[in-house]
């Protein structure tokens, strides 16, 4: 046996007792005649006490350890003098009497301690050795803690874990497939999976009833701060279901995680809000509800005044950033700069003090007397010591700036605290949305989405406004999930297919296989996925995915560590019939 316990173990009760434990040495310090080390392994940290007086080659050979030496020691558990309350094992020291160097280590390239001094790019080179630190194997060890209670909950629920395909052809999500090529059909691909979509849909026309799956998914798309081409859902379908019996279900089960996870009770159902409020409250289809600060819209009160930066808009709104009147110029200015961030684009803010002692000073005394601005105060709802942020323009854009600037004031007064989850639905989305680039509409969710039923009949004649029987589950600001009751009637899924702007013939190349399958029952059917990495992040308390997933790939796609992807030999190319060109490319 190369232990009797585990690094994370011992405590004061053991004392007296003699034990063998196995791990890295994580440090050593060196006080004159006692060497100690901190001996570490996946459950923990016990100090080792080597002492030159007892006995002198083990302390000789103490000293030639270096960090992470993979090393076994037996000795007697002894309480500490100098106790330690950060460690679980903080009472007790071991009396080392037997070393056993399993294994040496070159030094490694980073401290592997949580505060470590590794860039990111380093980190992500030795990830073998990043994950040997508790910080991030904690996040692993809640993503695992995660997946068991999440199939716990769906076993339990009658959900069957089914697996699906990888190779496959298209799915719909609208990103880019990452493609496989087929050297025994040369000159054709597989695609990678986006979704499971289509194939869930397919398992309940075979009558599964109620599926799910822990699923690997691929999107080819330029990398954002927070997205991995190869990311995680947790995919569900349901049959003979309406919006109302997704939800509930799928709201139990985030109840379910957050509860035995991180022993909080959600008791009241979660809120539900419609898409248009979203967007007109938040300017954003996912907001952060830790906090108010909703939008006030003062268009009509700011009507007449001859300052055009208001009378050409068709949109002025607002928001009022409670006890910030006494923010100073240059804080304003920052706000200023910070919206009109290229990324942002606004092309200005304008700004309201309503003072403790009652007045008023702003960015527009030019062209609004103060009774004026009153009213936009009282609008807001605004208390003397507030400070009110305007901004105006072209009313979808300048909501999505006005939600920026939201949530940075709620960062700036720190009510985004990650320790407190707001849990929300967005129901109600549009089925459509208009590119203004091709000329067309494209799903908002995907083309198996079925529109609301009540919003049928303007399919044809206004378009844009049907809604959809789509949700999303929004927490803190993340989209956590999303999904929809499908289309189930072949004629309406071919009229969805002629709306979006495919031909026939361009539909059954695609997703033939599903048409046909809906000509032979299809009972009616919904679900939604959510983001598991995502979801695990959250609760980490983490704003990156990617401390949650053991080897992830950086901004440019790459996983540093194997250095993929890379050029494959000429056979491998010729085999397949493929030429590379990069010169055409360019
Ligand atoms: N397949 C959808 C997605 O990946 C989720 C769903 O509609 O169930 O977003």
């Known amino acids: 046996m190369y232990r009797t316990n585990t690094c994370g173990e011992l405590r004061i009760s053991d004392a007296g007792k003699k034990t063998t434990l196995a791990g890295w040495v994580q440090r050593i310090r060196k006080m004159g005649g006692m060497t100690f080390v901190d001996l570490r392994d996946r459950y923990g940290i016990t100090q080792l006490v080597f002492n030159s007086e007892t006995d002198s080659d083990l302390f000789e050979a103490a000293n030639k350890l270096g960090r992470e030496f993979v090393i076994q020691i037996t000795g007697t558990v002894e309480e500490r003098s100098n106790k330690n309350p950060h460690l679980p094992t903080g009472d007790i020291e071991i009396i080392v009497s037997e070393l056993n160097v399993l294994n040496k280590s070159d030094v490694p390239p980073f401290t592997i301690e949580d505060e470590t001094d590794g860039g990111d790019d380093l980190r992500m080179k030795y990830r073998y050795l990043d994950l040997r630190r508790p910080a991030v194997r904690k996040n692993l060890e809640l993503r695992h803690r995660m997946a068991f209670e999440i199939r716990r909950y769906l076993d339990g ?6 697996e699906t395909p990888v190779l496959i052809k298209s799915t ?4 880019r497939d990452f493609v496989v090529p087929s050297r025994m059909n040369p000159g054709q691909f597989y695609a990678l999976p986006q979704s499971p979509q289509t194939f869930k849909q397919l398992l309940m026309v075979s009558g599964f009833d109620r599926y799910f799956q822990i699923v690997k998914c691929f999107r080819d798309e330029d990398l954002r701060a927070d997205r991995q081409p190869e990311f995680t859902q947790i995919d569900c ?5 309406e919006q109302e019996d997704v939800l509930q279900m799928f709201e139990g089960l985030v109840k379910h995680i957050f509860k035995y996870v991180k022993d909080i009770d959600f008791t009241e159902p979660f809120p539900r809000m419609t898409w248009a409020d979203a967007m007109r409250l938040y300017g954003s289809d996912k907001p952060d509800t830790r906090f108010g600060m909703q939008f006030v819209e003062l268009k009509d009160l700011t009507e007449g005044s001859g300052f055009s930066v208001v009378d050409e808009a068709p949109y002025v709104g607002a928001i009022v950033a409670p006890g910030c009147a006494g923010y100073t110029r240059k804080q304003l200015d920052k706000l200023t700069d910070f919206v009109k961030r ?3 684009g606004a092309k200005g803010m304008m700004w309201v003090k309503y003072e403790e002692d009652g007045s008023i000073k702003s960015s527009v005394g030019k062209f609004f007397s103060d009774e004026k601005i009153m009213t936009w105060l009282e609008r807001g709802n605004a208390k003397p010591g507030d400070l009110m942020l305007i901004l105006s323009g072209e009313t979808m854009k300048t ?3 006005l939600n920026e600037l939201r949530l940075e004031m709620g960062n700036q007064l720190g009510l985004r605290d990650p320790n407190k989850f707001s849990c929300l639905w967005v129901v109600d989305f549009p089925l459509f949305e208009w590119d ?7 799903a908002m969710h995907h ?6 039923p009540e919003d049928i009949d303007l399919l044809d004649s206004d378009t844009g406004a049907v809604r959809a029987t789509a949700y999303d589950m929004v927490v803190n600001g993340n989209e956590l999930g999303g999904g929809s009751i499908r289309i189930h009637d072949s004629q309406l899924q071919d009229k969805m297919f002629h709306l979006l ?9 695609k997703f033939g296989f599903l048409m046909n399958a809906f000509k032979y029952g299809a009972p009616p059917h919904g679900g939604l996925a959510f983001g598991f990495d995502r979801f695990v992040s959250i609760l980490a308390g983490l704003d990156s995915i990617r401390d949650v997933i053991a080897f992830p790939k950086n901004n440019a796609g790459r996983d540093m560590m194997i250095d993929a992807p890379s050029e494959i030999d000429d056979s491998q190319l010729d085999e397949l019939c493929i030429r590379v060109d990069l010169d055409e490319k360019k």
């Open 157 to 162: 629920k009658g959900f069957l874990e089914v």
């Open 172 to 175: 719909p999500e609208g990103a």
């Open 237 to 241: 379908e349901m049959s003979f279901v």
């Open 342 to 344: 290229p990324q942002i």
């Open 399 to 401: 909501r999505k700036q």
């Open 436 to 442: 203004d680039e091709t000329q067309r509409y494209y």
């Open 447 to 452: 083309p198996f989405t079925s529109p609301n």
């Open 501 to 509: 702007g495919l031909s026939e013939e361009e539909a059954r190349y």
